[in-house]
């Protein structure tokens, strides 16, 4: 499969299909985090500071798939439909919208054809969501071999979303390495900072 924007989480029950607009899709945020990867792999810091240049045009969709192949190197595994920890994640949504019971005969009938038919959408999600974690997982190499201190973007809620991805992935490191992140006002911009400290 390709990677492609699907939409949000999807609430599924026997009455139908919902969604939650406040569980993006993780491709919403990979524009966004490419180019931040771009940045650090081409030494766009200065003493430790990295500042997200707004004027970053954004990448194409072939672009993105360009990039992403360069520096997700499991890109192919993660797409592949048999893909075992995808598999697993789409199990588990399975299961969630499961756990209405009980339910009689008609009620799981009418479920099991909802999930069925969201099936594609929830196993896309997955796949996004396995890309979006090896790009942060890339990212979080780069600001520890950079020695990147300072990261600052606009505060705007995807450049959030990806800041604290990076906060959280810093603390699953051996040895983990603690971060902060703050947003401020510099002039008439409102900015967000994520603080790492030095190993």
Do not use: W
């Amino acid at each position: 499969m390709k990677i492609k924007y699907v939409g949000p989480k999807p609430i599924i029950s026997h009455e139908g299909i919902e969604f939650d607009n406040n569980d993006e899709d993780a491709f919403a945020y990979l524009n966004i985090a490419v180019q931040m990867l771009k940045s650090l792999t081409y030494e766009h810091i200065h003493n430790g500071i990295y500042v997200y240049n707004t004027n970053s045009p954004r990448l194409s969709y072939e672009e993105l798939n360009e990039e992403l192949q360069n520096y997700c190197q499991n890109m192919h595994k993660i797409t592949t439909i048999d893909n075992e920890d995808v598999i697993s994640d789409v199990e588990l949504e399975i299961k969630d919208a499961h756990k209405h019971i009980p339910l009689s005969t008609q009620d799981r009938i009418a479920l099991e054809n909802n999930i069925n038919l969201m099936r594609e959408y929830i196993l896309q999600r997955a796949i996004n969501k396995h890309v979006y974690d090896c790009i942060i997982k890339e990212l979080t190499s780069l600001v520890i071999k950079t020695k990147t201190t300072l990261m600052i973007t606009p505060m705007f809620q995807k450049f959030s979303h990806i800041l604290h991805s990076i906060r959280d992935s810093l603390l699953m490191q051996t040895p983990s390495l603690g971060s902060s992140l703050e947003v401020y006002q510099d002039g008439a911009n409102l900015l967000i900072k994520l603080q790492v400290q030095s190993s």
